[in-house]
């Protein structure tokens, strides 16, 4: 019950913090973008900056900060789209690559040096294949039971792809300090074994899509 509590507690601050910070900057900027009040070279750092302060209040006041800086992404790409200028957006994109791309790098170093002490067994590897395949896969089949306008192979490439990214690795790097050794290699086993599983199956589900479309055209 407490677990519960304190899960509505950083999800309920999280999401409050979230509205009110995004909704609020989404306003300032449209302003300050109309009255020329910023230089527009400078622009894409905006949205990171309201990331980095959606996470730093919400953690401020005990909730989460991932759900929080979550949240207003989702809702500033909603306020902000209808606007004809689109460059702070797209350049912003940018700047999330470049990011996504060096936490990668971290991660591909840090798992270097944890295959060296791992002690690689059986049990850590079938672990790691559930967990890539099965766990991530059917929660998400099971919420798209309603959508009854896709298929069952459409479904099933949505909840093949659609759970990976880099909220393990960040995950992960949350709890290297507090985390036991064992947690970290399962957590280390499966992203590896998501990223060369789900790397492999691209190009062969991509094309089977790419020529059912063709054959529909011809």
């Given at each position: 019950?407490?677990?519960?509590?304190?899960?509505?507690?950083?999800?309920?601050?999280?999401?409050?913090?979230?509205?009110?910070?995004?909704?609020?900057?989404?306003?300032?900027?449209?302003y300050?973008?109309?009255?020329?009040?910023?230089?527009?070279?400078?622009?894409?750092?905006?949205?990171?900056?309201l990331?980095?302060?959606?996470?730093?209040?919400?953690?401020?006041?005990?909730?989460?900060?991932?759900?929080?800086?979550?949240?207003?992404?989702l809702?500033f790409?909603?306020?902000?789209?209808?606007?004809?200028?689109?460059?702070?957006?797209?350049e912003?994109?940018?700047?999330?690559?470049?990011f996504s791309?060096?936490?990668?790098?971290?991660?591909?170093?840090?798992?270097?040096?944890?295959?060296?002490?791992?002690?690689?067994?059986?049990?850590?590897?079938?672990?790691a294949?559930?967990?890539?395949?099965?766990?991530?896969?059917?929660?998400?089949?099971?919420?798209?039971?309603?959508?009854?306008?896709?298929?069952?192979?459409?479904?099933f490439?949505?909840?093949?792809f659609?759970?990976?990214?880099?909220?393990?690795?960040?995950?992960?790097?949350?709890?290297?300090?507090?985390?036991?050794?064992?947690?970290?290699?399962?957590?280390t086993?499966?992203?590896?074994?998501?990223?060369?599983?789900?790397?492999?199956?691209?190009?062969?589900?991509?094309?089977?899509?790419?020529?059912?479309?063709?054959?529909?055209?011809?």
């Amino acid at each position: 019950m407490k677990m519960l509590e304190f899960m509505f507690r950083e999800v309920g601050i999280a999401l409050v913090v979230a509205i009110l910070i995004t909704w609020s900057a989404t306003y300032l900027i449209r302003y300050s973008a109309r009255r020329h009040f910023f230089e527009k070279a400078s622009s894409p750092f905006l949205i990171l900056s309201l990331a980095i302060v959606n996470y730093s209040v919400a953690e401020a006041l005990g909730g989460s900060g991932f759900v929080a800086a979550f949240v207003a992404g989702l809702l500033f790409d909603y306020l902000y789209r209808p606007s004809k200028d689109m460059r702070l957006i797209e350049e912003s994109e940018h700047i999330a690559e470049f990011f996504s791309y060096l936490i990668w790098c971290l991660f591909g170093a840090y798992s270097y040096w944890q295959l060296q002490s791992m002690d690689l067994s059986w049990s850590k590897l079938v672990f790691a294949l559930v967990a890539a395949i099965l766990v991530r896969v059917i929660p998400v089949l099971f919420s798209l039971i309603v959508f009854n306008g896709l298929n069952f192979k459409e479904k099933f490439t949505l909840a093949w792809f659609g759970p990976r990214g880099l909220a393990s690795i960040v995950f992960t790097l949350m709890v290297l300090d507090s985390a036991d050794g064992l947690l970290n290699e399962l957590a280390t086993l499966t992203i590896l074994t998501s990223v060369f599983i789900h790397g492999i199956t691209t190009r062969p589900i991509a094309n089977s899509f790419s020529k059912k479309g063709l054959a529909k055209r011809d």
